[in-house]
C-alpha cells in the first residue's frame, strides 16, 4: 500500500512539473541559458552618396560653376564591433559601435569670368570644378536580425552618426577653354586649394538602417558574415543656411549669395564581419 502511495505521490510530482518545463522552453527555446550571446567584428567600404540643393540670389546663375556641388559620391571605410542577443532561433537583438570614414566628390564645369584679365575683364570661360570632402564618424546602433532562410538574413534598425568635428575640403579649379585666361602670373591654369572644417556639419544625425547578409559557418561557433546595407540618414548632413559667395562671374553678373538646403549624406556598405559564440 505504502509503495502504490509513494508511486502515486511520484506520478502526480512529474505531472505538476511538466507544465512549467514546457513553460520556460517557450520563454527559452532558443539558445540555452549557457550560450545566451554572439559577438562579433566587421570592416569593409562604403558608398557615400551626397545631394544638396543650391540658390543663388540675386541671380540664380543656372550655368554657375557651384551647381557641381549639387550632388557628389565616393568611397570610403568603415569598421564596427557587434554584440548579439538571440531571442529566438530566427531572431537576435544586435547591438553595434564603430567608426564611419566617409570620403566624396562633387565635379562639373560651368561658366565663369576670365581670372586677372586686365584688359578685357568681361570675357568669359569654362571652367571645371572638383571638391572632395573626408571626415570621421562614430556611430552605434540596435538591430533585428531575422533569419529570412538557412544561413541568410536580413537586420533592421535604426543608427546614430557623430561627427568627430573635423571635416577636409579640397577644391580644384581649371580653366579648359583655350586662350590667354590664367589664375596666376606665371601661367596656371589649375588651383587647388585646402582648408578643415570644424564648425559647419550636424554634430549627429539619426538614420535607419536595413541589410542583408549571409552566415558561413569556418569553424565551431565560428561564422563568416558578408552583408550589404543601406543607411537612409533621416538628419541632414549640415544645416540648411547661407554659405559663402559665388564670385566666377564677378564682372558681368556680380557677387551673388549662396544658399544651400535639402544636405542629405546617405551611404551603402558592405561588411565582412566575423561572428563566434564564446
Not at 29 to 39: E, T
Request: glycine share 8%; aromatic share 10%; hydrophobic share 40%.
Amino acid at each position: 500500500m505504502s509503495f502504490r502511495y509513494s508511486l502515486s505521490l511520484l506520478l502526480l510530482a512529474a505531472a505538476a512539473a511538466l507544465p512549467l518545463r514546457a513553460q520556460e522552453d517557450v520563454l527559452y527555446p532558443y539558445p540555452s541559458k549557457a550560450k545566451a550571446y554572439l559577438l562579433g567584428v566587421e570592416i569593409g567600404p562604403n558608398f557615400s552618396l551626397f545631394s544638396q540643393d543650391v540658390t543663388l540670389s540675386p541671380i540664380d546663375n543656372l550655368t554657375s560653376p557651384v551647381r557641381a556641388l549639387e550632388s557628389g559620391n565616393g568611397i570610403g571605410f568603415f569598421g564596427s564591433l557587434m554584440a548579439e542577443v538571440p531571442l529566438t532561433d530566427k531572431i537576435g537583438l544586435q547591438g553595434k559601435v564603430g567608426l564611419d570614414y566617409k570620403r566624396f566628390s562633387m565635379s562639373g564645369s560651368g561658366i565663369a569670368d576670365c581670372p586677372n584679365n586686365q584688359q578685357n575683364p568681361f570675357d568669359t570661360l569654362l571652367m571645371n570644378v572638383d571638391q572632395t570632402l573626408s571626415t570621421l564618424y562614430f556611430t552605434s546602433g540596435l538591430f533585428l536580425r531575422f533569419d529570412v532562410a538557412k544561413d541568410i538574413f536580413v537586420t533592421a534598425g535604426p543608427v546614430l552618426h557623430r561627427w568627430s568635428k573635423s571635416a577636409k575640403i579640397s577644391t580644384e579649379l581649371e580653366i579648359t577653354s583655350p586662350g590667354t585666361c590664367v589664375f596666376t602670373a606665371n601661367g596656371q591654369k589649375s588651383i587647388e586649394t585646402e582648408k578643415t572644417d570644424k564648425t559647419s556639419l550636424n554634430e549627429s544625425r539619426l538614420g535607419l538602417e536595413a541589410g542583408v547578409g549571409m552566415r558561413f559557418t569556418i569553424g565551431e561557433n565560428l561564422w563568416l558574415t558578408p552583408a550589404l546595407r543601406f543607411q537612409l540618414m533621416l538628419d541632414p548632413f549640415a544645416p540648411d543656411g547661407v554659405g559663402d559667395v559665388d564670385d566666377f562671374r564677378q564682372n558681368t553678373l556680380g557677387l551673388l549669395n549662396m544658399n544651400f538646403t535639402d544636405r542629405a549624406l546617405n551611404a551603402l556598405q558592405l561588411g565582412i564581419g566575423v561572428w563566434w559564440q564564446p
